[in-house]
């Protein structure tokens, strides 16, 4: 008896000291890779930044690329860009959960269905020879079926016609909704207007085929096939970030310049 309850003893013992051990060994190796993995994230986002707008070229580093890239922050009430020290490494998504910093989204509005948006958000700048901005790439993110989907569009410094779209995070159905990322798709955007003649928002996807013939044309893409929700998604999350709620007040000011001064 006495032999098997130090049998049971000792089993317990080894199994903690090596959950202990473990849990040291997992916890040393998050530390240590922790540096590795942000630099990984800052990486991975210059990479979607840089294809959402086309720049992504064969033989060239994503550093090299993005050293064009001049990233800014934008105070989303007044349109204009706001002082921040580092706007690299301003994070928008953990200023939208913070109070002080982000705002709840009345109900009636929040065609994007995100509840709280940041005060401040980031912008990306594509400068021209002579100083001027060439196109800007603005990130958007919205609810789809089963998930928020966040992404970059990029748009010519009209403020209104679009360079490229590009989606880099969702949880939508693969084969469906999924498609959101599929190159094919996404390549319907460059080119179409996101405003209509009577300044509001007028892109959006339509469910069954763009009708060439059609005046809405060149403001519309193609729905996902199979996907309502998915594409009803991402027509309400355009609708929000070029609205007056969004990016609306900031392209406004672009729209006017044509980026001519170099600041919106």
Same mark, same amino acid.
């Given at each position: 008896?006495?032999?098997?309850?130090?049998?049971?003893?000792?089993?317990?013992?080894?199994?903690?000291?090596?959950?202990?051990?473990?849990?040291?060994?997992?916890?040393?190796?998050?530390?240590?890779?922790?540096?590795?993995?942000?630099?990984?994230?800052?990486?991975?986002?210059?990479?979607?930044?840089?294809?959402?707008?086309?720049?992504?070229?064969?033989?060239?580093?994503?550093?090299?690329?993005?050293?064009?890239?001049?990233?800014?922050?934008?105070?989303?009430?007044?349109?204009?860009?706001?002082?921040?020290?580092?706007?690299?490494?301003?994070?928008?998504?953990?200023?939208?959960?913070?109070?002080?910093?982000?705002?709840?989204?009345?109900?009636?509005?929040?065609?994007?269905?995100?509840?709280?948006?940041?005060?401040?958000?980031?912008?990306?700048?594509?400068?021209?020879?002579?100083?001027?901005?060439?196109?800007?790439?603005?990130?958007?993110?919205?609810?789809?079926?089963?998930?928020?989907?966040?992404?970059?569009? !990029?748009? =010519?410094?009209?403020?209104?016609?679009?360079? #490229?779209?590009?989606?880099?995070?969702? $949880?939508? %159905?693969?084969? /469906?909704?999924?498609?959101?990322?599929?190159?094919?798709?996404?390549?319907?955007?460059?080119?179409?207007?996101?405003?209509?003649?009577?300044?509001?928002?007028?892109?959006?996807?339509?469910?069954?085929?763009?009708?060439?013939?059609?005046? !809405?044309? =060149?403001?519309?893409?193609?729905?996902?096939? #199979?996907?309502?929700?998915?594409?009803? $998604?991402? %027509?309400?999350? /355009?609708?929000?970030?070029?609205?007056?709620?969004?990016?609306?007040?900031?392209?406004?000011?672009?729209?006017?310049?044509?980026?001519?001064?170099?600041?919106?």
């Amino acid at each position: 008896m006495s032999q098997a309850k130090d049998s049971v003893k000792h089993t317990v013992m080894v199994a903690a000291i090596l959950c202990l051990v473990c849990s040291v060994l997992v916890s040393a190796a998050a530390v240590v890779l922790k540096p590795k993995q942000t630099e990984n994230a800052f990486l991975d986002r210059k990479r979607n930044i840089l294809e959402s707008a086309g720049l992504m070229e064969p033989g060239r580093s994503v550093d090299e690329l993005f050293a064009n890239i001049e990233p800014r922050v934008v105070d989303l009430e007044t349109g204009e860009f706001a002082d921040v020290e580092d706007p690299t490494a301003f994070d928008q998504r953990a200023a939208a959960k913070d109070p002080e910093t982000s705002v709840s989204i009345p109900k009636e509005k929040d065609h994007a269905s995100i509840r709280r948006r940041a005060k401040r958000v980031s912008v990306y700048l594509v400068r021209s020879d002579d100083g001027g901005i060439e196109s800007v790439i603005i990130p958007v993110h919205g609810y789809g079926l089963w998930s928020t989907m966040y992404g970059f569009l !990029a748009l =010519e410094s009209d403020g209104n016609t679009v360079v #490229g779209f590009k989606f880099y995070e969702h $949880g939508e %159905t693969p084969g /469906l909704g999924g498609e959101v990322d599929n190159p094919a798709w996404l390549n319907q955007w460059p080119g179409k207007e996101v405003y209509g003649e009577d300044g509001q928002v007028a892109a959006g996807l339509v469910k069954g085929g763009v009708d060439p013939n059609s005046p !809405a044309a =060149e403001y519309a893409v193609d729905a996902l096939s #199979g996907a309502t929700l998915t594409s009803q $998604g991402v %027509t309400n999350l /355009l609708r929000y970030w070029l609205g007056e709620e969004g990016f609306g007040p900031f392209l406004k000011k672009l729209r006017t310049t044509g980026g001519k001064s170099g600041e919106a």
